[in-house]
């Protein structure tokens, strides 16, 4: 049997509804002023045993409840989802369950009632220690709030992650640095810390493009990316991802299953999934989705076998993201392939020569210098499916 058919299986939980127009999200069509929660739960439900189904024998390591507002889930329905996963699936010794949660008040008065029904992680959206950066950024709390809800997660939750963005414009190394040592000082067990990107056709690309921000350049970035390095894993929280930092233990188990290729249930509008090889993707639409459900038992638009070339490829990018690397003889095995027929030896063999990757007995990694390149690094590398 496929390893990936024996280890933990993971569960993902979109939730794609805000009460308002909010900017934590790109979900603002899917703004509702009021919810059937008896009918969502019971698609929910529905769309969970479908999967369920389809993986027999398969424990639960992880949960996560994402999307749009999904900390304004009612506790009804995360327990009712909570009751039915582990009744389907059954639990694995010690599952981590995450909700990921905006820090507003509004949202921040429900975590204990969260956590009473199960729920034992919560990943905050911080964002930024900084209000201008903050207003920069479209959110719609200050850091006043979000200190507070920060307080409030630590106080109801096992487990507390929280995100912020640097490299934003005109950020100083020295201003980036006291924000950083402010966010260790909470002694939050796990940070996601992610370099400002600027996707094409969005308002930031627009001010980009016109002058209006300047964004940190590569040498300036650099230095930044760096800093974060340094001083994270100073405080014991090295990264273990090439934006994620933990504390021995503390890391994402739901993110690892995505970043080691390992399979995973998505339920909900819009979810996607890894199933045995296939990959799954639900309507979009919530009513779409809901119609799906209530037509065929499940919101499934589309299942897709992937070819075991392709599958390697996505593992071997995914996977190279960790300071871990990746087990050789596994995405070979995935690959139904050599190595050799996935991985470009001359080019890894010069970037091994400058420090960059390499092979470390029968893992492939990229190295800490490395990291700062991983996107150039990359695709040099990893010979494409077409390849």
């Not at 805000?18 to 969502?40: I, L, M, T």
């Not at 900084?130 to 920060?150: I, M, S, Y």
């Not at 650099?222 to 974060?228: C, H, K, S």
């Not at 071997?316 to 470009?344: K, Q, S």
Request: hydrophobic share 45%.
């Amino acid at each position: 049997m496929n390893p990936a058919e024996t280890s933990p299986l993971a569960l993902y939980v979109h939730w794609p509804f805000c009460v308002s127009k909010c900017p934590y999200c790109d979900f603002n069509s899917h703004v509702r002023e009021g919810v059937d929660q008896a009918a969502w739960r019971a698609a929910l439900l529905a769309d969970l045993a479908h999967e369920a189904a389809l993986t027999p024998g398969r424990r639960l390591g992880s949960i996560f409840f994402g999307g749009g507002t999904p900390s304004l889930m009612p506790p009804e329905t995360v327990a009712a989802i909570l009751r039915a996963a582990e009744d389907t699936w059954g639990f694995a010794e010690g599952i981590e369950i995450t909700l990921e949660a905006n820090p507003s008040s509004v949202e921040a008065a429900r975590f204990a009632d969260i956590a009473s029904v199960g729920v034992n992680r919560v990943s905050l959206g911080l964002q930024a220690l900084d209000n201008d950066a903050l207003k920069f950024l479209g959110r719609a709390h200050d850091v006043d709030e979000g200190l507070a809800a920060l307080a409030t997660a630590q106080a109801a939750f096992e487990r507390v992650s929280f995100d912020l963005i640097y490299a934003r414009p005109d950020q100083a190394l020295a201003d980036w640095e006291a924000e950083l040592a402010r966010a260790l000082a909470f002694g939050t067990e796990h940070l996601s810390l992610y370099q400002l990107t600027i996707e094409p056709g969005t308002r930031f690309a627009t001010e980009a493009a016109a002058g209006r921000i300047v964004i940190p350049d590569g040498d300036a970035a650099a230095d930044l990316f760096e800093a974060t390095r340094a001083m994270t894993a100073a405080a014991g929280l090295p990264a273990y991802e090439i934006s994620n930092h933990a504390r021995a233990g503390a890391e994402s188990r739901h993110n690892l299953v995505y970043w080691r290729y390992q399979d995973y249930a998505g339920i909900g509008p819009g979810a996607h999934g890894r199933r045995g090889g296939l990959a799954t993707v639900r309507r979009k639409k919530p009513e779409n989705w809901m119609a799906a459900v209530t037509r065929n038992q499940h919101g499934i638009e589309s299942e897709e076998a992937l070819t075991p070339r392709t599958r390697a490829t996505e593992a071997l990018l995914m996977g190279l993201r960790l300071r871990e690397g990746v087990d050789v003889a596994r995405i070979a095995a995935i690959g139904e392939c050599t190595i050799e027929a996935l991985i470009d030896g001359k080019a890894l063999g010069k970037l091994a020569d400058q420090g960059l990757a390499g092979r470390d007995g029968d893992r492939l990694l990229v190295s800490e210098a490395g990291m700062l390149l991983l996107d150039a690094i990359l695709p040099v590398i990893v010979k494409s499916a077409a390849d």
